[in-house]
């Protein structure tokens, strides 16, 4: 079965950009059965769905709250595919999973990673 | 954006009590309603997608219904493992949105 794992800084300054990795094993992101997408959890909050990649074709849809500082990529030959957030605020503070969206679900999830921005 | 309300915010049970959780969509989603369970520090676990369907691996006491804007979660007898937070999210259209969570508590 698929398994998903995300990677990158845990504390990231204001202004700067948020770069999440996520691993794919036990499946590929070539295949046409999934959408590849993010998703953040603010502290004690609940969730919010910040896009997805569809690999076939590159498609790439994001929430339009966030549309403006996000790009989600793909790189297929090392079966990842990443998170960028720009120009970020304490606000964006949350842990951030990756998951894939299959028959319109999300069924595989990472376990997540806290991102902090602080100075 | 679809706004999706969960109530109760929060649920005390006991073990064997059957209990249901409710999730109203601001606009009809028709049946494009998934249930998720979360417990602390983990990933959410999809239950049920397309409001009654349960996913692989899911005890037969969670149940789903309804359409429209009106769903419901039911669990027929609780067992020990259930005590965490239930969540809805609508699959009809992006952006794709969460209700704010049920923390079910035991009492």
């Known amino acids: 079965q698929v398994q998903l794992q995300e990677s990158g800084p845990g504390l990231v300054k204001p202004s700067q950009t948020l770069s999440l990795t996520c691993t794919v094993s036990?499946?590929?992101?070539?295949?046409?059965?999934?959408?590849w997408g993010w998703i953040r959890q603010h502290p004690g909050k609940g969730l919010e769905w910040i896009g997805y990649?569809?690999?076939?074709?590159?498609?790439?849809f994001y929430n339009p709250s966030l549309k403006s500082r996000v790009t989600i990529s793909a790189d297929t030959s090392k079966n990842q595919f990443s998170l960028k957030l720009r120009s970020v605020t304490v606000a964006d503070t949350a842990v951030y999973y990756c998951?894939?969206?299959?028959?319109?679900?999300?069924?595989?999830w990472g376990q997540g990673t806290l991102v902090t921005v602080s100075s | 954006d679809i706004q999706m309300t969960q109530s109760p915010s929060s649920l005390s049970a006991s073990v064997g009590d059957r209990v249901t959780i409710t999730c109203r969509a601001s606009?009809?989603?028709?049946?494009?309603l998934n249930w998720y369970q979360q417990k602390p520090g983990k990933a959410p676990k999809l239950l049920i997608y397309?409001?009654?369907s349960l996913q692989n691996g899911v005890p037969s006491r969670f149940s789903g219904s309804g359409s429209g804007t009106d769903f419901s979660l039911t669990i027929g007898s609780l067992q020990p493992e259930d005590f965490a937070t239930y969540l809805c999210?609508?699959?009809?259209?992006?952006?794709?949105?969460f209700g704010q969570g049920t923390k079910l508590e035991i009492k």
């Open positions: 998951a894939t969206y299959g028959d319109r679900y999300f069924d595989y």
């Open positions: 036990g499946g590929s992101i070539s295949s046409s059965n999934y959408y």
């Open positions: 990649i569809y690999y076939t074709g590159g498609t790439t």
């Open positions: 606009q009809s989603i028709i049946t494009y």
């Open positions: 397309a409001t009654s």
């Open positions: 999210q609508q699959s009809y259209t992006t952006p794709y949105t």
